[in-house]
Structures are given as structure tokens and as C-alpha cells.
């Protein structure tokens, strides 16, 4: 297996915070929301997730309202 790192950009989000577990990443952006993703097992994430989804954890909240 090899390693590479690419870089990610998400327009206008900006992160103050980042920290990586084994096979996790957990983000505080500079405006308050928290970003997640990753390998979920054992809620590793912090939310349920169903497939790939890239919203933040406010936008994710707020969907789940919504429905």
C-alpha cells in the first residue's frame, strides 16, 4: 500500500483545527462547524452515515429537520 497526501479544498470553508484518528479526520472551521470523514465503525465519526457525504456537521443537522 502507499501513502500520498493530497490536498482538499472545500470553496469557502477554512479550517482552524484538524485531527486525524487511524482512519478518521475530525475539522473545526474557522466559522464554528464540524467536519468529519472518514471510516465511521464504531461511530468513529461522531454521526450516522449512510455511503459518501461531504456536509458539515450543522448542514448535516439541519437536513435531518428538514425531512
Known sequence: ??????QVE???????EVVCGGMHTVA??????VWSWGV??????GRKT??????S???WEM????T
Open 1 to 6: 500500500m502507499r501513502n500520498t497526501n493530497t
Open 10 to 16: 472545500i470553496p469557502g470553508v477554512k479550517f482552524a
Open 28 to 33: 473545526l472551521s474557522t466559522s464554528g462547524d
Open 40 to 45: 465511521n465503525d464504531e461511530g468513529a465519526l
Open 50 to 55: 449512510l455511503g459518501e457525504c461531504l456536509l
Open 57 to 59: 456537521m450543522n448542514e
Open 63 to 66: 437536513s435531518l429537520r428538514m
